[in-house]
């Protein structure tokens, strides 16, 4: 069974221009979290789907950054435009639907973002 | 609001001995808590976790890890550690009672010295 999978691994771009992270969780997985780690700091959550609809998205840092997940699969994360303290590394994750809060999540190998 | 505590940024411990890495959390209830780990250029993998029952849980490549309701704490332990236990050990913790998310420690430095 494959993992969840997460493009691209690495990502340079200057402040101002815009970037797109893709995850693709694990197969009939209905939820789907994006967390992020910042300057080795603690991981932070940012939003979770249900399926095709955000559950919450109350970690989500501005109004820059816009995540959709079309069709309930795959999810895609989009800063626009990027800032140098977006800079960090992106986690994907998902779990089982029906997951009342006992479920492990499973997670992506992550984004590494970096804005010059 | 729930948080965790890591209170080590780095433990070194030497190949061979028991190694521990420490844990503690807040929630306003019940607790789920969990273990993962991150290898070099590798993604966040599951460890083990606390639902309910007993305190002393077991998990992947011989790891265990305590709960500990009075001390409201969940370190994870080994005894007897190996070099390829190197690694960045997070704890992450959600309120039974509230929304899905984990929220994270941040991170210990585990190195296995040989």
Redesign the interface.
Known sequence: EA??T?FPSHSVIEKGQTVTLRCDPISGHD?L?W?RRVM??????LL?FVKESK??E??MPNNRFLAERTGGTYSTLKVQPAELEDSGVY?C?SSQGG?R??T???????TRLTVV | AQSVAQPEDQVNVAEGNPLTVKCTYSVSGNPYLFWYVQYPNRGLQFLLKYITGDNLVKGSYGFEAEFNKSQTSFHLKKPSALVSDSALYFCAVRDKGSARQLTFGSGTQLTVLP
């Open positions: 993992g969840v997460q939820n979290y967390y080795g700091k603690e991981i932070k959550f979770h559950q919450d109350s970690g986690f994750a997951d809060g006992n492990e999540a499973f997670f992506g190998q992550g």
